[in-house]
């Protein structure tokens, strides 16, 4: 049986576009606007030949500022629940915001080994973001560039020991 990994963080950080590429197929839609991933998709990943099954989350339909966290938090438990570790992704180039935070202490509460993810990290724009991460308590972070295909090989690093 493949381990699971899920993909976890809040809209719009590049989830669905990591699950793509790492699936190889378009199987998860990639958009501009917040919350456009409809239902939790689920797929075989290959990463360097580390073959794994791979969840993106954010199957929530309304964008009710009032109920997108605790719909998020329903998606994260339910995919973290039977996963084997957490992509936890956020945005350096956005940096940290409460989101991420929030999203960072459920994690903390989960029986998961967690792997911090500084997406959209192409060039040199993450920096600030990379550092603001670290009060997050996760670590380091894999900085990646789901979009460009870049630190592919420093995800595979840390996936390594713990699939
Ligand atoms: P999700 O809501 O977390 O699933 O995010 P998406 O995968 O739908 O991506 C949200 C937006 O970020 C899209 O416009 C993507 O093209 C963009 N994006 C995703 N990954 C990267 C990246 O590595 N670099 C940059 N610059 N943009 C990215
Ligand atoms: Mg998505």
Redesign the pocket.
Same mark, same amino acid.
């Given at each position: 049986k493949l381990p699971v990994v899920a993909i976890v *963080? #809040? !809209?719009? %950080? *590049?989830?669905?576009? =990591?699950?793509?590429r790492l699936v190889g197929k378009k199987l998860? =839609?990639?958009? &501009?606007r !917040?919350? %456009?991933?409809r239902d939790r998709r689920e797929g075989d990943a290959s990463l360097i030949g580390l073959d794994f099954r791979i969840i &993106?989350t @954010?199957g929530y339909e309304d964008h009710d500022a009032q109920t997108l966290p605790g719909r998020m938090r329903q998606q994260t438990e339910a995919a973290v629940g039977q996963a084997d570790v957490a992509l936890f =992704?956020f &945005?350096a #180039?956005a940096g940290i915001v409460p989101l991420d935070e929030e999203i960072a202490r459920w994690l903390r509460t989960a029986d998961v080994p967690v792997v911090l993810v500084a997406?959209? @990290? $192409?060039g040199r724009a993450g920096n600030d973001g990379v550092l603001e991460s670290l009060a997050l308590g996760f670590g380091d972070p894999v900085e990646?560039? @789901? $979009?460009?295909g $870049?630190g592919m090989g420093d995800l595979f690093e840390a996936l390594l020991p713990l699939l």
């Amino acid at each position: 049986k493949l381990p699971v990994v899920a993909i976890v *963080g #809040r !809209p719009n %950080v *590049g989830k669905s576009t =990591l699950f793509n590429r790492l699936v190889g197929k378009k199987l998860a =839609l990639v958009d &501009d606007r !917040p919350g %456009v991933t409809r239902d939790r998709r689920e797929g075989d990943a290959s990463l360097i030949g580390l073959d794994f099954r791979i969840i &993106d989350t @954010a199957g929530y339909e309304d964008h009710d500022a009032q109920t997108l966290p605790g719909r998020m938090r329903q998606q994260t438990e339910a995919a973290v629940g039977q996963a084997d570790v957490a992509l936890f =992704l956020f &945005d350096a #180039r956005a940096g940290i915001v409460p989101l991420d935070e929030e999203i960072a202490r459920w994690l903390r509460t989960a029986d998961v080994p967690v792997v911090l993810v500084a997406n959209k @990290a $192409e060039g040199r724009a993450g920096n600030d973001g990379v550092l603001e991460s670290l009060a997050l308590g996760f670590g380091d972070p894999v900085e990646l560039s @789901a $979009e460009h295909g $870049e630190g592919m090989g420093d995800l595979f690093e840390a996936l390594l020991p713990l699939l």
